[in-house]
């Protein structure tokens, strides 16, 4: 199984990143998938998840400015990040969960990350 994150990068507050996580291994369609992201010195945080069907979950106040979508023909996860936040920098992570999909922390497979940071 590998997931690999792409799009990180650097931006200004109030800017806008799409991440997009290409899996591989196992059968994507359907998994829960689900993105999360840690910054530094500090805990890894749940962004959200969703499940096979499409439908989104979101931890926290993030739904409204970020957006998780999946395409499964082409086995990618997206996390569009819109009126981005300093607080948003850190390590955005993706992964996978064979059973069930919800406000999950706990997950089957996970990616590396891809680091993005914004900057006030």
């Known amino acids: 199984v590998v997931l690999v994150e792409s799009g990180g990068g650097s931006v200004q507050a109030g800017g806008s990143l799409t991440l997009s996580c290409v899996a591989s291994g196992f059968t994507f369609s359907t998994h829960c998938l689900g993105w999360f992201r840690q910054a530094p010195e500090s805990w890894r945080e749940g962004v959200g998840t969703i499940d096979s069907d499409g439908r989104a979950y979101y931890f926290g106040s993030l739904k409204g400015r970020f957006t998780i979508s999946r395409d499964n023909a082409k086995n990618t996860l997206y996390l569009k990040m819109d009126s981005l936040k300093p607080e948003d920098t850190g390590t955005y992570i993706c992964?996978?969960?064979?059973?069930?999909?919800?406000?999950?922390?706990?997950?089957?497979?996970w990616g590396n990350g891809t680091l993005v940071s914004v900057s006030s």
């Open positions: 992964a996978a969960r064979s059973a069930g999909c919800g406000l999950y922390h706990s997950m089957d497979y």
